[in-house]
């Protein structure tokens, strides 16, 4: 093992403009699938925790009785995804907003009936905000329903287009880790052409088909490894950097940016060097199968 | 010579052919252990051919090889490896890798069979004392002249204590100093107890090496050489 280590760095050393081309390679591919893998990572979670404060508004008819209002509220609370209701009767609802007005309270003083309406308060459970749209559809059709307001309508059509965004890094991603593959492959079936005398010496001389070949897996892990080394270090920069300005932007620390967690780094890491394994797999089969 | 009762090296009607050309035809013979064997004859007449056919570069086109007991018919894959490792093997063109130096060139085949750094060392440096290559260790073969070149290529052939030496044409690209200086590494190869098999044409290698001869005449044993068929009728 330790003579293949040494022929795979000598064979790397000697082949450095090949070898720099497949690393660069890898090492573009990690950034891409990093990149979507980053950003993907941060603006999730930064959806999860909006998440946990998903509130749905429903406000019941002018004259809905109170039969109506407590069957109402156990179909709500029957509906997958939610996770609380509260019923909130007009009177509560105005002396609600009498506090909230605090010295412009005076204002509502004018007024002869209270205009709010009963309303509902639903609390959905985290991790639904792609049913929050078919949610308050739901409750609409009730009817005792006069209307649903939710503040968060635009995160359905937000964690659709979230998924589409993974979709496209696992898609990009995975081509540029093919490409690499492709290119690792060339490099090494170029590496092996350009010995062919050698390699049929090495085959006279008694060497196996394993001792021939395991220093360009060697080479294949190696590029891999390294590749990914040099993709995430690139990562890292540019998250530091990131990180570092908007923490001086945004003082309150609203917005933290958070690195890839160690289980993405493990999967990039396995693509990456897998890719190389996988590369001078190809090549090494194709040219002893000649 | 040591144990001759013991055939390492038998062939049973043996042919090859290269697509309509008929390289050997019909080769019989038993080469026994520590025998210095001589295959000569003219150019196109089969030398080389039959060598390759012992170390399996060639495959048999009908007939039977046994190396030590192995039929070579039968063996495929790594075994073909481990069966080369049987082998030292010259050629007249040496085959040493350029970007490698004497040392590499030489470790080269010790590597292959596993051995361990320290044990290469050693060995690598015996077998270059033996050859007077020590001295150039560091250098690449293109700097070497033929001849040291050639003496390279008998270290790495020995450099695995090989129980057959095939030599093909090993002084065919050296001038007379050079070739007696391989003749006679090859001569002391054998005291040591190597089957040596040396193709050659180099009337000067066949006048001064002795041994037993097998002539080969367009792909077929000269008559003289009828006896060398196999002992029990040519089938194995």
């Not at chain 1, 993907?40 to 959806?47: K, L």
């Not at chain 2, 390289?23 to 089969?46: C, H, K, M, Q």
């Not at chain 2, 490698?100 to 010790?110: E, I, K, S, W, Y």
């Not at chain 2, 089957?195 to 002795?210: F, K, P, Q, Y």
């Amino acid at each position: 093992m330790t003579s293949s280590i040494r022929r795979a760095l000598r064979d790397m050393n000697e082949n450095r403009f090949l070898n720099g081309v497949a690393l660069l390679t890898v090492a573009l591919s990690v950034l891409i699938a990093g990149a979507f893998s980053l950003i993907w990572t941060n603006v999730d979670h930064w959806v999860r925790a909006s998440e946990t404060s998903i509130r749905v508004l429903v406000y019941l008819k002018d004259g809905a009785t109170e039969a109506q209002s407590h069957e109402t509220q156990q179909r709500i609370r029957e509906m997958d995804g939610v996770m609380k209701v509260q019923f909130i009767p007009r009177a509560q609802a105005l002396e609600t907003l009498r506090a909230q007005l605090q010295h412009q309270a005076s204002l509502l003083e004018g007024l002869g009936e209270n205009p709010l309406p009963d309303s509902i308060e639903v609390d959905l459970k985290s991790g639904r905000v792609h049913q929050v749209a078919s949610i308050a559809g739901r409750i609409g059709s009730l009817p005792a329903v006069d209307s649903v307001e939710y503040g968060q309508q635009w995160m359905g059509r937000f964690a659709g287009l979230l998924n589409l965004f993974r979709f496209a890094g696992v898609v990009l991603g995975g081509l540029f880790f093919i490409a690499s593959g492709l290119i690792i492959a060339n490099t090494a079936r170029l590496v092996l052409y350009s010995r062919r005398e050698e390699v049929e010496i090495m085959r006279l001389v008694g060497a196996t088909d394993g001792f021939i070949t395991a220093p360009f897996y060697i080479q294949g892990l190696i590029l891999g490894a390294c590749g990914c080394g040099v993709g995430l270090a690139v990562i890292y920069a540019a998250y530091a950097f990131m990180s570092a300005r908007l923490t001086s932007d945004l003082a309150s620390g609203f917005w933290q940016i958070r690195f890839l967690s160690l289980e993405s780094i493990a999967v990039i890491a396995c693509c990456s060097i897998g890719i190389g394994w996988i590369g001078c797999f190809l090549s090494m089969k194709q040219f002893f199968r000649k | 010579m040591g144990n001759c009762s013991i055939p390492i090296i038998r062939m049973f009607h043996v042919h090859k052919t290269f697509g309509a050309q008929k390289s050997l035809v019909d080769i019989s013979l038993d080469i026994y252990r520590n025998e210095f064997i001589l295959v000569t004859g003219p150019s196109g007449a089969g030398k080389s051919t039959l060598l390759k056919l012992l170390y399996l570069a060639e495959p048999v086109t009908q007939g039977q090889v046994i190396v030590d007991g192995v039929n070579l018919d039968r063996i495929a894959g790594k075994r073909i490896a481990h069966l080369r490792r049987g082998f030292g093997i010259i050629f007249q063109d040496y085959k040493l890798i350029p970007t490698r130096t004497v040392f590499d060139n030489v470790a080269l085949v010790l590597e292959a069979m596993g051995e361990k750094r320290r044990l290469i060392e050693k060995k690598v440096n015996s077998v270059l004392r033996t050859v007077e290559m020590e001295h150039k260790q560091g250098a690449f073969p293109l700097s070497l002249s033929g001849g040291e070149q050639q003496r390279v290529a008998v270290a790495r052939a020995i450099a695995g204590s090989p129980r057959i030496i095939l030599a093909d044409e090993p002084t065919g690209s050296l001038d007379p100093d050079a070739a007696g200086i391989i003749l006679a590494l090859l001569k002391d190869i054998h005291q040591r107890g190597a089957t040596v098999i040396l193709a050659t044409h180099d009337r000067m290698l066949i006048e001064n090496a002795g041994g037993r001869s097998i002539h080969l005449v367009q792909g077929q044993l000269s008559p003289e050489n009828q006896d060398n068929v196999a002992a029990n009728g040519g089938t194995p």
